[in-house]
């Protein structure tokens, strides 16, 4: 389906200095591109992301942010305890940053953590509601810190039975909607559970862009879970990088999906006169083939062609 006429999570999971966040009433519509992270937490002091994260939020369900509160914005609202950053998956987010900036490394990151953690290190359960709060507050905020994409490498595979199995949560539905009316594309991973037939949630909401993940050697990800009537685009679904020191790998469609909005906000960059219907478009009609044993398609994502488009 072309879905961009439509206008408890599981991973697929934190502090900025004062002065990268101290100059933000300057950052203006004529900045740099900014992309919306929405994960679990980030240690955005580390040197690696050059300043890149100018923005922290912390928007949770639970007193769980670093001032104890349900809810925190500015230096260190991402943060978690640093015995816990690098555990239980709360490394996600800071692989999925570090991704985006390989990607384009032109763009900002606002970086907001939706995930909480238990006394133990462990990951809470995230609501729905935090979803959709997170999605609402970019909307929000859009024009304050340029944001020209948001993506959320976050799902669950716990569908509905049926063909119209995806679940039905009307308020991320409706801060989906709104942002695409606003022109902010929302990226999800189509999930990484070997399904050819069904994709994650909230990646099967229609108003979404969602992104499935080819491997390698240029082939559809067996992981990739996929549904030829709701999955958008396919991109390198691969990072290897360092994070927090240390050589990192990840596959799967969380990398995918953060690929897919780095380009994006790369191609519209390149060419800010289109809208968020021409850039699809485009994205759509320069796409590559690409297959796997369960699954061909001619959605591959290709800059390359985009930009020459």
């Known amino acids: 389906m072309n879905k961009k006429i ?13 002065t990268a966040q101290a100059n933000i009433k300057n950052r203006t519509i ?38 104890g509160q349900q809810s925190m914005e500015g230096p260190g609202a991402a943060n978690i305890p640093s015995e816990f950053i690098s555990k239980n998956g709360f490394d996600h987010g800071s692989i999925m940053v570090t991704s985006a900036l390989t990607e384009n490394p032109s763009m900002n990151i606002v970086f907001i953590r939706i995930v909480g953690y238990k006394a133990n290190g462990a990951r809470d359960n995230t609501p729905t509601n935090s979803v959709a709060n997170a ?26 039975a049926g063909t119209d199995y995806c ?6 539905d409706a801060a989906v909607e709104s942002a695409v009316s606003s022109s902010i594309p929302v990226f999800f991973p189509t999930g990484n559970n070997w399904d050819s037939a069904r994709i994650d949630w909230p990646s099967c909401i229609p108003a979404s862009i969602s992104v499935g993940g080819i491997d390698d050697n240029g082939y559809v990800g067996g992981y990739s879970n996929n549904d030829n009537l709701l999955v958008d685009f396919f991109a390198k679904g691969t990072f290897n990088g360092t994070v927090f020191g240390k050589p990192t790998r990840m596959v799967g469609t969380s990398v995918s999906s953060t690929v897919a909005a780095s380009n994006w906000i790369k ?16 994205f759509a009609s320069t796409s590559t083939s690409a297959y796997s044993a369960k699954v061909k398609t001619n959605r591959v994502m290709n800059f390359g062609a985009a930009s020459n488009g």
């Not at 679940?167 to 991320?172: D, L």
């Open 6 to 18: 439509t206008a408890v999570l599981i991973a697929a999971i934190l502090a900025v200095p004062v």
């Open 30 to 67: 004529d900045s740099a591109p900014t992309l919306a992270v929405i994960d679990t937490a980030i240690n955005s002091s580390d040197p690696s992301f050059n300043g890149k994260v100018i923005y922290e939020v912390c928007i949770l369900v639970t007193n769980n942010c670093a001032n």
């Open 135 to 160: 999605i609402s507050w970019v909307v929000a905020n859009k024009d304050r810190f340029n944001i020209k994409a948001i993506n959320m490498s976050q799902g669950h595979h716990n569908l509905r």
């Open 167 to 172: 679940p039905k949560i009307p308020a991320v």
């Open 267 to 282: 191609l519209s960059t390149l060419k800010p006169g289109l809208t968020y219907t021409q850039i699809y478009d485009l």
